[in-house]
């Protein structure tokens, strides 16, 4: 199985110039679905939160929604419900959605 999606969205998080990682995806609807989170090696521990904030703070500008799936097992799913996303769909996997605060 294979799945193309058009007119992808790339979040670049450089912070004072710097590029420290990416957030790819693409607009379904009226939701953003989150691809790829990408922290670049040599970034600090505290990059992921920061750049997952700078990346929903995008994503609600264009979208009433926004969602991401998480394979099995996944160490994220805490993390997933500290920004308010709630599980909605098995398959696999989880899928998890916000909606736009």
Not at 23 to 44: K, R
Request: positive net charge; proline residues 7%.
């Amino acid at each position: 199985m294979s799945w193309v999606a058009e007119h992808r969205t790339v979040f670049t998080y450089a912070p004072n110039g710097v590029n420290l990682g990416v957030v790819t995806g693409y607009d379904q609807g009226t939701q953003f679905v989150v691809e790829h989170v990408i922290v670049l090696p040599g970034a600090p521990r505290t990059t992921l939160a920061r750049m997952m904030r700078a990346a929903l703070h995008e994503a609600w500008q264009r979208s009433a929604a926004v969602s991401f799936f998480l394979p099995p097992g996944s160490p994220w799913r805490a993390a997933a419900a500290r920004l308010g996303f709630v599980a909605y769909c098995e398959d696999r996997g989880t899928w998890y959605i916000a909606w736009k605060p």
